[in-house]
């Protein structure tokens, strides 16, 4: 059985039909082909696959593609705006807060979400805002200073 939804993805719409059981970040990967966002885990806990619905950071191996009908969708595929690169992630690029790159989409969709929020965040407010997303590489410094640069250039 599948069920219709309809739905907006990086400012585009989308209506498919999908098996009830399909995650909403299989939706992404495997039916729209949006690879950016990276499944790490499956189990809650990486935030490998974090992306925005209706502007809210949601990890999404933890929502079903059924759960996303008729929401807004922000994937880091749609971060750019006219060929250029959003804030956080140029950001991201200038201050080599990345290595492997694999968690770099979520943690970029979720320091957008945390400048939302907090535009002038204290170092703590950004290691506590990113606690969700799990980097193996970095030691997150460089992400932290990423966060702050970003924050700066928004002032
Ligand atoms: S893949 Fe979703 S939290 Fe790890
Ligand atoms: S850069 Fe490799 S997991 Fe973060």
Redesign the pocket.
Known sequence: MKVPIALTVNGRRREDAVEPRLLL?HYLRDVLGLTGT?????????????ILLDGLSV????LLAVQADGAQLTTIEGLQRNGRLHPVQEAFWELHALQCGYCTP?MILQAVQLLQERPNPTEAEIRHGLE?N?CRCTGYHNIVRAVQRAAAAGR
């Open positions: 970040v990276k499944v790490g885990c499956d189990t809650s806990q990486c935030g490998a696959c974090t990890k999404s191996c933890t979520g969700g799990l």
